[in-house]
């Protein structure tokens, strides 16, 4: 019959469910759009500008290394646009152009490529570089716009405090009857919205929680880390409210400010640096969360979400050597 | 009640099923074709042994190939007619194995040696195991392993029941379901038949309820029988994995290594138990099956009754010719089955379906770096780390792969067809498993 046809030969599966990398990173990408989205509504053009160099520099320093280091060359995969609009969104929408560029080289060479490219790292790249910069530019990684929208009702361009900053200057200064409570910080309302200074995209939770919903709902991560992760903020910061509300702001304070949401939906379940099984992502998050409220009530920073999860991604090769699913027939004796 | 719900099983996959292109198309018996070639080996275990030669006249029915050893069957002829040749042809395995090839006298006759048994329900169990070997019955789902083998245990394995696999969870096949909806007395006959040699009475039909039809047929047929119950399941893949499937059906965990017997079960397959029946009550041996013919490389998709040893290209003709540029030819499902390399095999006992891919249906994936999603890890029904055991397996690392529980892996395919970094993940396991078993082999 037709013999002079060629069969394909495999082994068994021979049909996939479409998955892809491209896919993965794509997805994450346009949930983490409404958060960017609102950074440049309510910061401006500079934080437009300061998304675009981040992955411009990102993708074009991701082909490079391929190129030098003579691996396939898979740029156009995404993930160096979801590590660029990541970076992008860990910094102040003020922050100069070669500030974005170095912080596009710490994640990109350092942070992803010198451990072998992707897959391979073992902490997230952007918050690689967001850390390498904090610690290195402090004036310039701390001074943060007050954002200029309408939303901020007439509130000059000028530096602001975040709200978490505002309570580590308070708690540091030598008054002797701090109450923090007494301090002028923005409305439920506008931490949602996001009128209030920071990093350019973890300002808006609301727009976070509709990407991280988003992320949920594709099934690109479980619930795992984001729930352990603020779950476990909302418990410890909580306990620590109810010994002293005027040291320790409350619970859903915490929770609504700084990088918490950004982190736990986006940075945290990074697929890359965190656990592969349930059991192994909810020791993560937890992780995470108690790192982080420790950090932010007991530590010199203001913010510990990105320390906590850089501790937390160390701590996963031990998390995954340690936790591992129960095997199938491994309970002996039944039946 | 006689229906009851299964429990279900962790992981799995729910590929898309395809099974409408067939599981409404009533089986259609084929003539007996010109030509059979009966490959020798058509089981797990040692092949048969040829009693033929080149000349000889054979009759339907007769034993033309020896069983060698306990874990072996006999084959038989499924067609009157003049051995023609006693050699190598190809074989759904992948290769050229021995065969014979008879040419049809086209009378189509029964060897003498085939009668009913009238008497067939006072026969002991002894007798009963012994017909069903001589009738080269072998497991009809897939694997093909010897159907008395199973019915043997030791002593010390005391057996309480008997569960007949019905839930036929590869995609696009079809055959269990029209057998159960088309001939159910004969599944229930052959079951009791087949608890009867285990001295049981205790029968658990799983059927996934995908097949409410199925189900109800089989229910129906079950109301005269003490201790038959039809347990339905839900859709996922694979439920019909021996021990997803006694987990789904009583709760039991098959402990790492053993087998269904250590549990007290019994699995055998629905198509299995039908030719049970016939045997020992018609003395028929296994020379016919249905074959879910599908795909979207065949024009008119559908279930076949065929004679054991007829050509492949017999099967694409009843299912009107191929259509578009033939990619891939499988034998079995798209999940578990095996690729063909040309398009004129034999059929085999254990071969439940042919599966025809077009080509533009046949994806080429340049594999990845593992991003460690963990959407393996999730989906394996065994509780292992496939993305490990991938990792360990390129690196050649055997023995680090043997300790992650490397044998313990079913190769269901759930893994690779979850995988966003389309990693083979099932051929490096299996290809660190012919390592390890090499080396056990070597150290016994």
Redesign the interface.
């Known amino acids: 019959?037709?013999?002079e046809?060629l069969?394909?030969?495999?082994?068994?599966?021979?049909?996939?469910?479409g998955?892809?990398?491209p896919?993965?990173m794509h997805t994450v990408v346009m949930a983490l759009l409404p958060g960017a989205a609102m950074g440049i509504y309510l910061f401006g053009l500079p934080a437009l500008l300061t998304i675009i160099i981040a992955i411009a520099s990102s993708v074009a320093l991701e082909a490079w290394m391929q190129w030098i280091m003579g691996r396939r060359i898979?740029v156009y995969?995404g993930s160096a646009i979801l590590t660029g609009l990541l970076l992008a969104m860990n910094l102040p929408s003020s922050a100069p152009w070669w500030l974005t560029i170095i912080g596009s080289m710490v994640a990109i060479i350092v942070g992803k490529h010198l451990y072998g490219?992707?897959?391979?790292n073992i902490f997230n790249p952007a918050l690689v570089a967001r850390v390498f910069l904090l610690i290195s530019w402090p004036v310039q990684m701390t001074s943060f716009p007050a954002p200029s929208a309408l939303l901020a009702k007439g509130v000059d361009a000028v530096a602001t405090a975040t709200p978490l900053s505002a309570i580590k200057m308070e708690l540091m200064s030598h008054k002797t009857n701090i109450d923090i409570t007494q301090l002028p910080q923005p409305s439920t309302f506008d931490l949602l919205l996001g009128a209030h200074g920071g990093s350019l995209g973890e300002v808006s939770i609301i727009a976070l929680l509709i990407g991280g919903l988003y992320l949920l709902y594709k099934r690109i991560i479980t619930w795992h880390i984001p729930v352990s992760f603020i779950g476990t903020a909302l418990a410890f910061s909580a306990i620590m409210w109810f010994v002293d509300p005027a040291k320790y702001a409350n619970p859903v304070f915490h929770i609504m400010t700084g990088g918490l949401i950004l982190g736990a939906f986006f940075m945290a379940t990074d697929?890359?640096t965190?656990?592969?099984?349930?059991k192994g992502?909810l020791i993560f998050g937890v992780g995470c969360g108690f790192l982080t409220i420790l950090i932010r009530l007991f530590g010199g920073y203001p913010e510990g979400v990105s320390f906590a999860i850089l501790l937390m991604n160390l701590a996963t090769p031990l998390i995954d050597k340690l936790v591992?699913?129960?095997?199938?027939?491994?309970?002996?004796g039944?039946? | 009640m006689h229906l009851i719900k299964g429990k279900g099983f962790r992981g799995g996959v729910h590929p898309p099923d395809w099974k409408e292109l067939s599981n409404a198309k009533a089986v259609v018996t084929l003539p007996a074709p010109e030509q059979v070639i009966i490959p020798l080996s058509q089981h797990i275990g040692a092949p048969a042994e040829s009693l033929m030669k080149v000349g000889d006249a054979v009759k339907k029915g007769q034993k033309i190939g020896e069983a060698k050893g306990f874990v072996s069957v006999p084959v038989h002829a499924s067609i009157s007619g003049k051995v023609t040749a006693v050699a190598s042809f190809p074989h759904p395995a992948g290769k050229s194995l021995p065969a014979i090839q008879i040419e049809s006298d086209g009378l189509d006759e029964w060897s003498e040696d085939v009668k009913e048994n009238p008497s067939y329900k006072n026969l002991s169990p002894e007798d009963i195991k012994s017909i069903i070997q001589s009738a080269g019955i072998v497991g009809m789902g897939g694997a093909a392993f010897p159907t008395h083998v199973k019915l043997s245990p030791p002593a010390n394995k005391k057996i309480d029941t008997l569960i007949i696999n019905g839930a036929e969870c590869e995609p696009y096949l079809t055959a269990d379901h029209r057998l159960m909806l088309e001939e159910p007395d004969r599944v229930i006959e052959g079951a009791s038949i087949i608890a009867r040699t285990l001295s049981i009475t205790n029968i658990l039909i799983g059927v996934e309820d995908n097949k409410p039809d199925a189900i109800k047929a089989v229910s129906d047929a079950a109301r005269s029988y003490e201790g038959v119950k039809v347990v339905s399941l839900k859709v996922m893949y694979p439920q019909g994995g021996e021990k997803q499937l006694i987990k789904a059906v009583s709760g039991k965990e098959v402990p790492s290594g053993g087998l269904p017997m250590d549990v007290g079960v019994v699995v055998q397959n629905v198509a299995t138990a039908a030719a049970v029946y016939d045997a020992v009550r018609f003395g028929r041996p296994l020379i016919e099956r249905i074959v879910t013919v599908t795909g979207s490389g065949v024009n008119n998709p559908g279930n076949f009754r065929v004679r054991t040893g007829t050509s492949s290209l017999k099967l694409i003709e009843a299912a009107g010719g191929l259509k578009n540029e033939i990619g891939k030819v499988i034998s079995g499902g798209p999940m578990m089955g095996m690729t063909q390399y040309t398009l004129d095999i034999p059929v085999t006992k254990g071969m439940s379906g042919l599966l025809f891919l077009p080509q533009d249906e046949v994806e080429n994936y340049a594999s990845e770096a593992c991003i460690r999603c963990g959407r393996c890890v999730v989906v394996c029904p065994m509780g292992l780390l496939p993305n490990m055991l991938g990792i360990y397996a390129e690196l050649d690392r055997f023995e680090q792969a043997e300790k992650a529980n490397l044998m313990d892996c079913i190769e269901c395919g759930s893994c690779s067809y979850v995988c966003p970094s389309k990693r083979p993940l099932v051929h490096l396991i299996r290809y660190a498993k012919a390592d390890v078993m090499a080396r056990r082999k070597k150290a016994a």
């Open positions: 019959m037709s013999d046809k069969l394909t030969l495999s082994s068994s599966p021979h049909i996939r469910d998955s892809s990398i896919g993965v898979t995969d490219g992707l897959g391979q697929y890359v965190s656990p592969v099984t349930s992502m591992t699913p129960s095997k199938f027939g491994e309970v002996k039944n039946g």
